[in-house]
């Protein structure tokens, strides 16, 4: 499934004070394949929903150029778009019985190149699996793997409901769950893995299978965050919950006058004080814009509690989750700010990302330590200098966001994942590299200038004992091992399931693109002094 791998980015294009946020056989393993000649059987089995560039040319460059990032609109020998999951499992059939190498998208989200597309194969995309249904007791949301969050949360919010999925809007559910899944409810109700009771999965071999913590629970253990290594996920059955309107929104900071001092004692107060404080969310943002030649910073803020009677606005700050962050603090007011009482679509609707453009997500975990923040401020701002005058980008952001134990709290008491936080000893923040650029020509330009950042602050982290294993995995770009980062046990729990679940390695040998189980935990370390 797709790594969207964001969650979320919230850099855009900013110009003034404008933001545009906007199955094998089971007795042997396969060996890989392409040049794949399965599109002629897919179209005799599913005529109406299979194309390629020669036949229905139009949907299927649609399909190529819907992708988020430009360098993910590789070119599949055909796509196929399955509307059911009786769908998936005759497709996973047909390909695993020739050896085709494919992959799945749900979104269309993901930034590791070939994660959820692939320029030699069949590209399965999901996307026309969309439904979202509210049980009759309002308990359990279903949502299909090819949704979008914007259109679940439309579904929901109607319904006075929600569950905890993606911050922006134009994500897939599929690949933002396997992931992980960050979100504004995790310090209630922990990631968005953590909240799928039942997962309905097409295995390697067409068949499908529900994994739940009663029927096949290894499986449902390993598919929270184990990406596209397990099965293809055919639907998600959500915990629900009541949720009204909620307050948030952005808050832009004047340049020439914020403190990044403060921003980062406010959030390292803030990421100390979430278990007290379940209802804030909290994401502090800076991005430099190559047009402008200037540093916006920028802060999202979201509270998920009982809006009713407080007065929330623009200046009304909810208390005491923001009180560090409010007007009336050091901080100061924003200069611009989008901050209202709205629902669920509407706050996730702003947090899209402009389009034509390749962008690269890198991410590394370090503990919530003020000192660590502005040391780590300090080499973001070296390095930039050294590349800004350079042509080959048109933003460079970054993103720090909390992650406190008790989102890892929430995760156990639903019955765990395999994301290993629950080995980190403390609070911790998440840390987002985000840079947008134009043109293919510097793709490995900017593979370089990630590998030496991320470099240098791995370095610099694990010199003074605050680096964490943890690597997001729905931010990690091709040279960071995520499922490695989740420590021996968690890659065993993933590598057992596979044993059992995908005996043909289905998932490892004809879907080559994401992070695989053969490379977890074998990666080097970035190379960087600190």
């Not at 988020?68 to 399955?82: I, K």
């Not at 949720?243 to 107060?269: C, E, F, M, R, S």
């Not at 406190?404 to 994301?419: A, C, Y």
Request: net charge neutral.
């Amino acid at each position: 499934m797709m790594r969207s791998r964001i969650c979320m980015t919230a850099f855009a294009a900013i110009s003034s004070s404008i933001i545009g946020l906007a199955g094998a056989a089971a007795d042997g393993a396969l060996t890989s394949a392409s040049n794949c000649s399965q599109c002629a059987s897919l179209e005799s089995a599913f005529p109406a929903k299979t194309f390629s560039s020669t036949d229905q040319p139009q949907l299927y460059q649609q399909d190529v150029a819907s992708y988020f990032s430009v360098q993910d609109r590789l070119h599949p020998t055909c796509f196929v778009t399955p509307t059911s999951t009786n769908d998936v499992s005759k497709i996973v059939g047909i390909l695993s019985k020739a050896s085709c190498q494919f992959a799945i998208r749900s979104g269309g989200h993901g930034l590791p190149i070939g994660a959820s597309n692939i320029a030699d194969g069949v590209t399965i995309d999901l996307s026309r699996m969309n439904d979202v249904t509210l049980s009759a007791d309002k308990k359990t949301a279903a949502v299909g793997p090819g949704a979008k969050w914007i259109h679940v949360y439309n579904v929901l919010d109607a319904q006075g409901y929600a569950i905890p999925g993606g911050r922006a809007g134009n994500v897939g559910v599929g690949g933002l769950t396997t992931g992980g899944g960050n979100s504004f409810f995790a310090a209630r109700y922990g990631f968005a893995c953590d909240n799928v009771k039942n997962f309905e999965v097409v295995l390697g071999n067409g068949t499908v299978v529900q994994a739940n913590n009663k029927t096949n629970p290894d499986l449902f253990i390993a598919l929270r965050g184990s990406s596209n290594n397990l099965g293809i996920v055919t639907r998600f059955d959500f915990v629900a919950f009541k949720q009204g309107d909620l307050w948030g929104g952005l808050a832009i900071y004047d340049n020439t006058t914020v403190k990044p001092q403060q921003h980062l004692k406010a959030l390292v107060d803030f990421t100390n004080n979430v278990a007290k404080h379940p209802f804030g969310s909290l994401i502090v943002l800076w991005s430099y814009m190559k047009s402008t030649d200037s540093v916006t910073f920028l802060n999202l803020y979201e509270y998920t509690g009982n809006v009713t009677g407080l007065g929330l606005g623009p200046t009304k700050f909810p208390s005491p989750e923001f009180d560090d962050f409010a007007p009336s603090s050091p901080i100061g007011p924003p200069v611009v700010n989008t901050l209202r009482v709205a629902n669920l679509s509407s706050l996730t609707g702003e947090l899209n990302s402009p389009p034509e453009l390749s962008n690269l997500y890198a991410s590394i975990t370090f503990s919530n330590n003020l000192t660590v923040l502005s040391h780590v401020a300090k080499i973001l701002n070296d390095e930039l200098n050294k590349f800004k005058s350079q042509d080959f980008f048109v933003y460079a952001g970054v993103q720090f966001q909390p992650l406190p134990r008790v989102f890892t709290q929430h995760s156990l008491e639903r019955g765990g994942n395999v994301l290993g936080l629950d080995r980190e000893p403390d609070n911790s923040i998440i840390f987002l590299l985000d840079i947008a650029w134009n043109g293919a020509q510097y793709d490995e330009k900017i593979r370089q200038v990630a590998d030496e950042v991320i470099g240098k602050l791995q370095a610099y982290a694990r010199s003074v004992g605050a680096l964490r294993d943890f690597q997001y995995l729905n931010y990690a770009f091709q040279d960071l091992d995520p499922l490695g980062s989740y420590g021996p046990a968690n890659i065993q729990k993933i590598k057992a399931a596979a044993a059992k679940y995908d005996p043909g390695q289905v998932f490892q040998k004809l879907v080559p693109g994401g992070f695989k189980l053969a490379d977890a935990g074998k990666k080097a370390p970035l190379p960087g002094k600190p």
